[in-house]
């Protein structure tokens, strides 16, 4: 198997792929690399410049150990300020619902796993989610579907939901249709598996959650790790929807992995430079975001994560009390 798709096999619309070699390959849009930092914009970009550098302490560099992801020398990072020159793909005043279809059959602990996403997303994006009724997973052609040996499981072609599937019922006022399915995926024949794939130009993408309970790997299941994994993959995934690349500087969400392991020590939260980047494209503020964050930890009995996001939301205060 491949460490990543060849560009062949790979639509221009696609931005990123998790599978067990590479977890998360994203494929850079010719217009944004930028080779030198632009000047800032506005009074917008000018306060969460500031107050991004009150949020370092909360965050530690990179740390890559062996088989763990490795950018590519494709894979610059990318600076706030760099995001805003970009040119990002961003909600608009007519497109800015995130919607969640899950498709398929799924257990008791997924199903929780899928909702709670929908109300994650909705606090970490502060954009109106809608959470869709399961649909079935209809007649898959034989040409995106297979069977592989090991465990004697059906997989189906990520297209399938890319093309088939998803456009057909993407509404008009959507930032993003996101599927979550409980069936296992691969997105071409030189692949073994992959978590998921979005489009980018598309506005669709789909995820598995096939791979994610401890359960699918015989060993005793731990439902906050799927809640956790689901969680992340979900939020890492839609961001590069918002033309987030990844991220080579911290520990962050949107750092990319190449196994559960390396997703597992990633943050339930974006670096300051990716939450600056989020705060600008949603147009949101970064204090009631980080409350609403720490009430959703709260709610689902994580203190830790609720107590980090209350100080991020201090931390914020302080610095514009200061102002
Ligand atoms: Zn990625
Ligand atoms: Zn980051």
Redesign the pocket.
Known sequence: MPRTLSKQLMKPALI?VLSLLTA?T?IPSTDTENASTPAIKDERAEKLSRQKEVLKRFFIAVVLREDDWRPSEKETGETFEEYLASDPTLPNPDRRTIYIQPIGKFNAEQKRAVGLSAEYMRAFYSLPVKLNDVIPLGDVPAAKRRRIEYRNNIQIRTAYFLDDVLPKILPDDAAALVAFTNYDLYPGDTWSFVFGQASFSERVGVYSLYRLSDIAFERENDKDRLLTRTLKIAI??TG?MFSMK?CIKYECLMS?TNHLAETDRRPLDNCPECMAKLAWAMNYDPVERYKKLAAFWEKNGRSDEARSFREKAAAVQRTEARQ
């Open positions: 990123c998360c994203t890492h995934e590069h990844h990319g």
